[in-house]
C-alpha cells in the first residue's frame, strides 16, 4: 500500500512558476513510476508527466518544454517544477504511482493522492 499526499498548488498569474511536491509511504517508492496527472470539471484526467524509478521521463506535449518531473527517492517525493505557466493549466493536479507503465494513462496506475488546485489567472 502506497499513500500520497501533494502540495505546492495554488494561485499563479500567467507566466509565473509553481513547484508541487508528492510526498510517499512506504519503503519501496523507487520501484514505482511516479506521474502527475490533472483533471478539470467535465473533463478526464489528462496525463502530464512521469518518471521511472532510474529517472527515465516522459512528457505530454502541452507541457514539454515547461514543466520538469523528479524526484528524490531519499525523501520518497516527487516534484514538478512548472514554468512560464498559461491559463490553460489550471486544473486539479494529481501525483500516481503505478508499479508498471505501458501507457502513460490513469488505468496505468495504482494508488493516487487527493489532488491539489493549480489556478493561473491570466
Known amino acids: 500500500q502506497v499513500q500520497l499526499v501533494e502540495s505546492g498548488g495554488g494561485l499563479v498569474q500567467a507566466g509565473g512558476s509553481l513547484r508541487l511536491a508528492c510526498a510517499a509511504s512506504g519503503r519501496t517508492f523507487s520501484s514505482y513510476v511516479m506521474g502527475w496527472f490533472r483533471q478539470t470539471p467535465g473533463k478526464e484526467r489528462e496525463f502530464v508527466a512521469q518518471?521511472?524509478?532510474?529517472?527515465?521521463?516522459h512528457y505530454s506535449d502541452s507541457v514539454k518544454g515547461r514543466f520538469t518531473i523528479s524526484r528524490d527517492n531519499a525523501k520518497n517525493t516527487v516534484y514538478l517544477q512548472m514554468n512560464s505557466l498559461k491559463p490553460e493549466d489550471t486544473a486539479v493536479y494529481y501525483c500516481?504511482?503505478?508499479?508498471?507503465?505501458?501507457?502513460?494513462?490513469?488505468?496505468?496506475?495504482?494508488?493516487w493522492g487527493q489532488g491539489t488546485q493549480v489556478t493561473v489567472s491570466s
Open positions: 500516481g504511482a503505478a508499479r508498471r507503465v505501458d501507457t502513460p494513462r490513469p488505468s496505468s496506475y495504482d494508488y
Open positions: 518518471i521511472s524509478g532510474s529517472g527515465d521521463t
